[in-house]
């Protein structure tokens, strides 16, 4: 495994904007120590995700417990067929402590686990809560861009809104939507792998005040990683290979990606 050296942040702390610590391939270990690991490498606040009805009444607590832990209420795509929501159900959720985002939501035509007339019906769902609550909501979208478009286009017609395209491994055209539009683009570790060049297209041209880094761990472990379970730590070689991209340092995208997401999750406590 090639190692990677890693560039002093000069004091500045990262977000790792996206992860899934009810994952059972945490089962295993305390929430205190995965923390505790990210820490040890600047890793300071992160962010675990709703994706069913079942897993937030896991990290809604749990995000309760540790200090610099946040949470979201949302249903993916993947499940939207059994746990379909009404935007007063998404509303109830996101009033509670530490919940300061929707989603992830959105549309996944690559494995079409549910019938895509639900996913749509639970993302316009989401987005009407949004709508109501003025909080951000977290997309996932892969192979329905199209659908994706036209759905936010109707949405945003009624005004602007917070939306971030999580784990962007989309067609360098969503990203143009997204930057016509304000939408923010988080990277995972997908951007560090050799045949990523689309992604990494995309990212070129995200203005950098709205750029986000992520892990979606456990999964997408980035290089020097790959293939192993990924965690929260790991954000800080993602952050780093950003920054070799844009040409900056380390510290100074430490510092502008940290901004953005408190910009963006506006109801997380710094």
């Known amino acids: 495994m090639p190692k990677v050296e890693l560039i002093d942040l000069k004091g500045e702390v990262l977000v790792d904007s996206h992860c899934h610590l009810d994952d059972e391939r945490f089962s295993d270990e305390r929430t205190s120590d995965i923390l505790a690991r990210a820490l040890n490498l600047g890793v300071k606040y992160v962010q675990t995700?709703?994706?069913?009805?079942?897993?937030?009444?896991?990290?809604?607590?749990?995000?309760?417990?540790?200090?610099?832990?946040?949470?979201?209420?949302?249903?993916?795509?993947?499940?939207?067929?059994?746990?379909?929501?009404?935007?007063?159900?998404?509303?109830?959720?996101?009033s509670r402590p530490k919940v300061i985002a929707i989603g992830?939501?959105?549309?996944?035509?690559?494995?079409?686990?549910?019938?895509?007339?639900?996913?749509?019906?639970?993302?316009?769902?989401?987005?009407?809560?949004?709508?109501?609550?003025?909080?951000?909501?977290?997309?996932?979208t892969r192979d329905a861009e199209e659908d994706t478009i036209s759905i936010l286009d109707n949405f945003l017609a009624d005004g602007p809104a917070k939306l971030l395209f999580?784990?962007?491994?989309?067609?360098?055209?969503?990203?143009?939507?997204?930057?016509?539009?304000?939408?923010?683009?988080?990277?995972?570790?997908?951007?560090?792998?050799n045949k990523a060049e689309e992604v990494r297209a995309g990212f070129e041209i995200c203005p950098l005040d709205k750029l986000l880094v992520e892990t979606d761990a456990p999964y997408l472990a980035p290089v020097p990683f790959r293939g192993k379970t990924n965690e929260p730590a790991f954000t800080r070689y993602v952050l780093q290979y950003m920054a070799s991209m844009y040409n900056i340092a380390p510290s100074e995208l430490a510092k502008i990606t940290t901004d953005n997401f408190f910009t963006l999750f506006s109801k997380a406590e710094r």
């Not at 309760?64 to 998404?90: M, T, W």
């Not at 690559?110 to 909501?137: C, G, M, W």
């Open 49 to 94: 995700i709703g994706t069913t009805r079942a897993d937030f009444d896991i990290i809604q607590p749990m995000a309760e417990e540790h200090k610099n832990l946040f949470c979201s209420f949302g249903i993916h795509p993947h499940n939207a067929e059994k746990d379909q929501v009404s935007k007063e159900e998404v509303i109830e959720k996101v």
């Open 104 to 140: 992830e939501t959105g549309l996944d035509y690559f494995y079409d686990n549910s019938p895509r007339d639900i996913q749509i019906k639970n993302f316009e769902a989401h987005l009407e809560a949004a709508r109501e609550t003025n909080l951000p909501v977290i997309i996932h």
């Open 166 to 193: 999580h784990c962007f491994s989309s067609k360098k055209h969503l990203a143009e939507y997204a930057v016509e539009k304000g939408i923010y683009l988080s990277a995972s570790g997908i951007v560090t792998f």
